[in-house]
């Protein structure tokens, strides 16, 4: 597949010569519903079926917004388009959650009150309900737009990453249930696997032969898991505290859980070359824990996984977990799972498969 494959469309000719004729402003910041009402009616051209799916976002927080309305009930929602060039970026949210790919060129991103360029190879995954828009002003700026079930997404990727509970948590904490982080980014810049699997999606979706959604999924899963092989550290979301990007944030949650046992918050701070402060604030804003309560939360797992697993003692797998008394170690198991250890045990046997 080339470039000839996404040849501009009619309607993106239309936009393209409203850009030049009209001057490039409109393209430069996020289009609220009012901007796009008070327009002259010779460009209002935006299409019936752009618009067929919307209805005015009617929540007080966000009346100048529109709401993608599509399959919003379709628990097996997989879909795939090319997002208009040179079309309004108009401010909407969906129900759904969105995967972003820059194919080539660039474009930027809309977030809320946050503002980015994404570059060739850019995947994004927005959050549902996020507010957004994308800008691509260029020929070349083709971005793939992969609409996704929360449900579909919830038994893939996040399935995926069930062997690190820490980072399942935080995921779920940014695609459910808050709105601090709304997108995350991995950037994938010339991974040509990335690059040929999205054209083929793009083609098994265009001629949409028999089971095309079933080899849809698929698609989307392998995606996931090469993200996940290749890509898991190098994560970058929205930085809770002034709006810019933070990188480090999923390797900062997978450093604590896999090396609790024998750090401290002065030497994480140290190895990640936050002072303190900022790495507290860090860690409540993105995980809605304290440094002490991840560290005893990764404690806690492991030792449930030995209690389950092992035959190793409650003393041994306390010490392995870092806890060097024995007592100490069941009172923050019980604190936490209410049963001491050696009740879990029993209650892991006892249970079916």
């Known amino acids: 597949m080339t470039?000839?494959?996404?040849?501009?469309?009619?309607?993106?000719?239309?936009?393209?010569?409203?850009?030049?004729?009209?001057?490039?402003?409109?393209?430069?910041?996020?289009?609220?519903?009012?901007?796009?009402?008070?327009?002259?009616?010779?460009?209002?051209?935006?299409?019936?079926?752009?618009?067929?799916?919307?209805?005015?976002?009617?929540?007080a927080q966000d009346v100048n917004t529109i709401r993608d309305t599509r399959e919003e009930n379709?628990?097996?929602?997989?879909?795939?388009?090319?997002?208009?060039?040179?079309?309004?970026?108009?401010?909407?949210?969906?129900?759904?959650?969105?995967l972003v790919y820059v194919y080539s060129g660039n474009c930027t991103q809309f977030i809320e009150d946050h503002t980015f360029t994404l570059n060739?190879?850019?995947?994004?995954?927005?959050?549902?309900?996020?507010?957004?828009?994308?800008?691509?002003?260029?020929?070349d700026a083709i971005v793939?737009?992969?609409?996704?079930?929360?449900?579909?997404?919830?038994?893939?990727?996040?399935?995926?990453?069930?062997?690190?509970?820490?980072?399942?948590?935080?995921?779920?904490n940014i695609l459910y249930d808050t709105s601090i982080i709304p997108y995350i980014l991995y950037p994938t810049g010339d991974d040509k696997w990335m690059h040929e699997t999205f054209e083929w999606m793009f083609s098994v979706n265009k001629t949409k032969n028999y089971?095309?959604?079933?080899?849809?999924?698929?698609?989307?899963?392998?995606?996931?898991?090469h993200l996940l092989r290749y890509y898991e550290m190098d994560a970058i979301i929205a930085n809770p505290m002034n709006r810019s990007q933070e990188n480090?944030?999923?390797?900062?949650?997978?450093?604590?859980?896999?090396?609790?046992?024998?750090i401290t918050l002065?030497?994480?701070?140290d190895f990640f070359?936050?002072?303190?402060?900022?790495?507290?604030?860090?860690?409540?804003?993105?995980?809605?824990?304290?440094?002490?309560?991840?560290?005893?939360?990764?404690?806690?797992?492991?030792?449930?996984?030995?209690?389950?697993?092992?035959?190793l003692s409650v003393t041994e797998i306390g010490l392995k977990v870092g806890c060097y008394d024995a007592s100490h170690f069941t009172r923050v198991f019980k604190n936490q799972v209410g049963v001491t250890p050696n009740q879990y045990r029993k209650q892991q046997q006892k249970s079916p498969e």
């Open 3 to 59: 470039l000839k494959q996404f040849e501009l469309t009619d309607i993106e000719k239309q936009f393209k010569k409203l850009y030049y004729d009209q001057g490039e402003k409109y393209l430069s910041r996020a289009m609220t519903l009012t901007d796009y009402q008070q327009l002259p009616e010779n460009r209002k051209i935006l299409s019936e079926d752009t618009l067929k799916y919307h209805e005015i976002n009617s929540s």
């Open 74 to 98: 379709d628990e097996n929602l997989i879909d795939i388009n090319v997002h208009g060039r040179y079309s309004y970026p108009l401010m909407h949210n969906h129900h759904y959650i969105e």
């Open 120 to 139: 060739t190879g850019d995947f994004c995954i927005l959050a549902p309900n996020t507010v957004h828009a994308i800008s691509a002003s260029s020929d």
């Open 144 to 172: 793939l737009d992969i609409m996704v079930s929360q449900v579909f997404f919830g038994s893939t990727f996040l399935k995926m990453l069930r062997q690190n509970p820490a980072i399942v948590s935080f995921f779920e």
């Open 211 to 225: 089971l095309f959604q079933e080899e849809m999924a698929l698609y989307v899963r392998h995606i996931f898991v």
């Open 248 to 262: 480090n944030v999923v390797a900062l949650i997978s450093y604590i859980t896999m090396n609790y046992d024998h």
């Open 266 to 269: 002065q030497s994480t701070a």
């Open 273 to 311: 070359g936050y002072n303190l402060s900022y790495l507290c604030q860090l860690l409540k804003k993105c995980t809605g824990k304290t440094f002490t309560e991840m560290v005893n939360n990764a404690r806690i797992n492991d030792a449930k996984d030995m209690l389950a697993n092992t035959s």
